[in-house]
């Protein structure tokens, strides 16, 4: 599900790493967005509305909306279209605005 070749753009190779998304260990290019590896491993529903609990995916892929927000390494409201993917990263949904779970 991602793009190889393109007629303008180049996609310089990366490595290939490892990430768990609600307990199951996919894999991602590094420095790709955590959204991204995400829709390459066919999971388009980020988050639910916290109103009325619709479907959120990849809306704007800037930072600028909410439609993204995912708890990453604990840390809730990280906005996955453009937190870089790092190796071993765990990424999950978060409920309503986010809690924080370190402490």
Same mark, same amino acid.
């Given at each position: $599900?991602?793009? +190889?070749?393109? &007629? %303008?753009?180049?996609? &310089?190779? !990366?490595?290939?790493?490892?990430?768990?998304?609600?307990?199951?260990?996919?894999?991602?290019?590094?420095?790709?967005p955590i959204a991204a590896a995400?829709?390459? /491993?066919?999971?388009?529903?980020?988050?639910? +509305?916290?109103?009325?609990?619709?479907?959120?995916?990849?809306?704007?892929? %800037?930072?600028?909306?909410? +439609?993204?927000? $995912? @708890?990453? /390494?604990?840390? &809730? /409201? #990280?906005?996955?279209?453009?937190?870089?993917? !790092?190796?071993? $990263? %765990? #990424?999950?949904?978060? @409920?309503?605005?986010? !809690?924080?779970?370190?402490?």
């Open positions: $599900m991602r793009i +190889s070749e393109h &007629p %303008i753009l180049e996609f &310089p190779k !990366k490595r290939e790493v490892t990430f768990t998304f609600e307990g199951q260990v996919l894999t991602g290019l590094e420095g790709e995400l829709h390459a /491993n066919g999971i388009k529903v980020l988050r639910h +509305s916290h109103k009325d609990h619709r479907a959120r995916g990849f809306f704007c892929a %800037i930072g600028n909306c909410s +439609s993204c927000y $995912m @708890e990453v /390494n604990g840390e &809730p /409201n #990280v906005r996955v279209c453009v937190e870089e993917l !790092k190796e071993g $990263m %765990i #990424v999950n949904r978060q @409920e309503d605005k986010g !809690k924080y779970t370190r402490r």
